[in-house]
């Protein structure tokens, strides 16, 4: 624990101080909480969880599900059963401001980041890829997708329906779809949208920022933090990251990014910067994305 309470502390830090340095606004955390989508409030545990989509949402979802009595087991159910269940589970947009002053002091806040890069090729993967994981959901992920299709590479544009034989998105057309301004999905979907943007890390009073690259150690944490590990264990079968360092981890990431040409890398690593930034993820620079993409 020790340990852990070392490496905590310094994410916290590091947090608090790029806060003062680029979060130039200071909205009431009461009006904040108006708007946020998945802070997940457990009254009993005083837990207060923000999951973000594709950084083990689906996990903590489980875990959150057993800690509210809607499952007896992180193993329970099927993993959309486990998403359908947590919808039973207060928000913290759902509090009285009265009450949610009372647990802006009282409970452990929690986030968790991940890398940018490795969070948009999950989003891609799992959703828009013609190999998309989330069998439930990718035909209406696809139907986006030809969308996207149709707008940059415009000799396809009579395409009309969503076809398994035809549909060819590629983490390119993805790409350019996320550094384009100009669609609001590209924006405000919970799988892309920028971190920062969805759980407002300088305006609500985080406890634990956990990484998804360290994220069973952090689980096994907050599990003992808030003295719930003799109830509840994290599924370790699920969202398993490993411990590569940046460096290595980043490498691995631009075999996938090879083909996109670099400007439009550096218009997506722009796009999340301040991501990068608040949870200490070194910004690559053209130089060493030039070396990782073999130019």
């Excluded at 130039?24 to 998945?38: L, Y």
């Excluded at 390119?172 to 919970?190: A, E, G, M, P, Y």
Aim: aromatic share 10%; glycine share 2%; net charge positive.
């Amino acid at each position: 624990m020790r340990i852990q309470e070392a490496i905590q502390a310094a994410r916290i830090q590091h947090l608090h101080n790029m806060c003062k340095k680029y979060h130039t606004a200071a909205p009431n955390p009461i009006e904040v909480a108006k708007s946020t989508k998945d802070i997940l409030v457990n009254e009993k545990h005083k837990i207060a969880m923000c999951i973000t989509a594709k950084i083990a949402g689906k996990s903590w979802k489980r875990v959150l599900n057993v800690l509210a009595g809607l499952s007896n087991s992180t193993l329970e159910d099927a993993s959309w059963k486990a998403v359908i269940k947590a919808r039973k589970i207060k928000r913290v947009r759902q509090v009285e401001p009265e009450e949610l002053t009372r647990m802006l002091q009282e409970y452990t806040f929690v986030m968790f980041t991940r890398h940018p890069l490795s969070r948009t090729l999950s989003a891609f993967n799992n959703k828009m890829s013609p190999n998309a994981t989330d069998y439930r959901n990718r035909k209406s992920f696809w139907r986006l997708g030809y969308e996207i299709i149709k707008e940059y590479r415009p000799w396809v544009s009579s395409l009309k329906n969503p076809d398994p034989k035809t549909y060819d998105l590629t983490i390119h057309d993805f790409v350019r779809f996320l550094i384009d301004q100009n669609h609001n999905r590209s924006r405000t979907d919970n799988h892309w949208i920028e971190n920062y943007k969805f759980c407002h890390p300088c305006d609500f009073p985080y406890t634990v920022i956990g990484k998804y690259e360290t994220l069973l150690e952090d689980a096994k944490y907050i599990l003992k933090l808030t003295k719930v590990d003799d109830i509840v264990n994290f599924p370790e079968s699920e969202g398993f990251a490993g411990n590569s360092t940046q460096s290595s981890e980043l490498r691995k990431l631009m075999s996938f990014y090879h083909q996109i040409p670099i400007d439009d890398l550096q218009k997506l690593i722009k796009r999340y910067k301040l991501d990068y930034i608040l949870f200490n993820y070194t910004l690559p620079t053209e130089t060493g994305l030039q070396q990782w993409l073999g130019i």
